[in-house]
């Protein structure tokens, strides 16, 4: 099927797709193009005109722990400085194609309920940088992720960059999934960041993605960690929290049901905080 017609302009700046996207109410973003490219050839969406941002240089650099939102995820993966559970989910979109051609603001933006870097960005308490020309602002993980397919970016924004804090000595994060075999989205993604010291976890954060119409973040298992040495019975009993914390209403499909879901939350939280507080103890 072919999509409908549409404008296609190449931006040269962050300033002039601000612009665009006010020339031309119902334009949508194209970067790595994985997102909307598809959704435009089954016509699921229309779209007034693609403004092509995958060219702006200031998008497409890592500078300390500011990733610009058309890195792609092969360039994530391979950066080093950034926490661990990043880059080790990074690694793990898709095939090397996508993690080619694919980026990290397209991919967020997108907010897949089943993809993997929001729940991570939301374990790690990331900040999204938002443009709309001369303005700015800066979103917490925390509101970014509002729904379905739904963030907190309003008409004429664009998402510029992603801001994680470095991992200091005694901190370790991990994230851990349940694939799908065929196209490797995250049926159950359990993201955790924990910081240990004198022998004790004393910060603690854990996030859920892909049972849930978007990624939470997990309050009962996060303070159940706290105080506790991390060690292999504290960790299962803090992560058997989370299927009492689970919404009613979670994701099932043809690939996983409802119920092998929520019991698998709890096994790929024990995963994701065991990796990352191996890490901190090192």
């Known amino acids: 099927m072919y999509p409908s017609s549409f404008e296609y302009y190449r931006a040269e700046s962050v300033r002039e797709a601000a612009k665009l996207l006010k020339q031309h109410p119902g334009a949508k973003l194209l970067a790595g193009g994985h997102s909307i490219i598809p ?12 403004i092509d941002i995958g060219r702006i240089a200031d998008l497409r650099a890592i500078n300390g722990g500011m990733i610009g939102a058309c890195c792609t995820y092969a360039q994530v993966a391979a950066a080093g400085g950034l926490p661990a559970a990043l880059t080790e989910a990074a690694s793990h979109v898709g095939d090397p194609a996508v993690r080619a051609r694919g980026t990290i603001g397209g991919g967020v933006a997108h907010a897949d309920p089943a993809s993997d870097l929001p729940t991570v960005l939301l374990a790690l308490n990331a900040k999204f940088h938002i443009s709309k020309g001369r303005a700015a602002r ?4 925390i509101k970014f992720f509002t729904g379905l397919y739904e963030t907190a970016l309003k008409e004429g924004e664009l ?4 801001e994680v804090d470095a991992e200091a000595r005694g901190t370790g994060s991990a994230y851990a999934k349940l694939e799908n075999p065929a196209s ?6 359990a993201a955790a960041s924990v910081t240990i010291a004198n022998g004790v976890c004393t910060a603690a ?3 859920v993605g892909g049972l849930t119409t978007h990624a939470w973040r997990s309050k009962r298992v ?3 960690l706290l105080e506790t040495a991390l060690d292999a019975e504290s960790i299962s009993k803090a992560a058997k929290r989370i299927v009492r914390e689970l919404p009613d209403d979670l994701l099932g499909d043809i690939h996983a ?4 879901r929520r019991a698998m939350s709890q096994v790929f ?3 994701a905080v065991m990796a990352a507080a191996a890490r901190a103890k090192k």
Do not use: D, W
């Open 257 to 260: 049901s409802v119920e092998y």
């Open 184 to 189: 490797r989205y995250a049926m159950v993604g």
């Open 159 to 162: 998402l510029v960059g992603i």
């Open 205 to 207: 954060s854990v996030a």
């Open 39 to 50: 959704l435009l050839k089954l016509r699921q969406t229309e779209v007034s005109a693609l």
């Open 269 to 271: 939280v024990e995963r």
């Open 222 to 224: 996060a303070s159940a």
């Open 138 to 141: 800066v979103v917490p993980a």
